[in-house]
């Protein structure tokens, strides 16, 4: 899957955070209500924009952003 397919980021659009394409939903609402426990199938009856690759892309682009976060340990004082 391609994620640039799914997911877009124009400054212009919700202030420059990713969306689905072609919508304003973010990823960080779709990831913000599967971890309320929203199902797929809610998300799609919800917002009938969306798709299964569309949630599954925004799934994969939240998973490449924290897999290339780096992390700096606070100095000892």
Same mark, same amino acid.
């Given at each position: 899957m391609n994620v640039a +397919?799914?997911?877009? /980021? +124009? %400054? %212009? /659009?919700?202030?420059?955070?990713?969306?689905v394409r072609g919508t304003r939903i973010t990823v960080e609402l779709v990831l913000r209500k599967m971890a309320q426990g929203a199902t797929e199938a809610d998300l799609i009856r919800a917002y009938p924009q969306l798709t299964h690759e569309a949630i599954r892309a925004? %799934?994969?682009y939240a998973a490449e952003l924290i897999a290339h976060e780096e992390t700096v340990p606070a100095a000892l004082a």
């Open positions: +397919d799914y997911i877009h /980021v +124009d %400054a %212009a /659009v919700m202030l420059g955070k990713p969306t925004a %799934a994969q």
